[in-house]
């Protein structure tokens, strides 16, 4: 049945946000793609199974303005929060301080273009 998960984002600059995911949670780009408008799109590996596609928001309003280009809720869970949390304060924008809420550890970040993300343990 189901193989792999895949999540797309759609940001104003892939390159600087794939760099970022690289930096901050170690992301491995898998793949880079020519898009038709001249705009590229970047795979990214986070987990054997799971994958973020970075496309542009010019591309994605051009080619699917049915799309909605919210940007989705993501939580990264990880083993060492703390180690985390001082890798990417390295790069973020914006990070809150690692706090309990509902039994977990979590902080939040923010990426060069805005976009919240968090982490739990």
């Known amino acids: 049945m189901l193989k792999k998960f895949e999540v ?3 940001v104003q600059d892939v390159s600087i946000i794939g760099d970022f995911f ?3 949670l170690d992301a491995k780009i898998v793949k880079e793609t020519s898009m038709i408008d001249g705009s590229i799109s970047l795979k990214l590996s986070l987990l054997d199974q799971v994958e973020i596609n970075l496309y542009t928001v010019s591309f994605v309003k051009k080619y699917s303005p049915m799309v909605s280009l919210e940007m989705p809720s993501l939580m990264f869970v990880v083993d060492d929060i703390d180690q985390v949390h001082d890798q990417v304060a390295k790069y973020a924008k914006d990070i809150s301080t690692i706090s309990v809420q509902g039994g977990q ?3 939040s970040f923010a990426d060069p273009e805005g976009h919240y993300f968090a982490v739990g343990n």
Request: glycine share 0%.
């Open 8 to 10: 797309m984002l759609y």
């Open 22 to 24: 690289e930096k901050t």
């Open 105 to 107: 550890k979590v902080f």
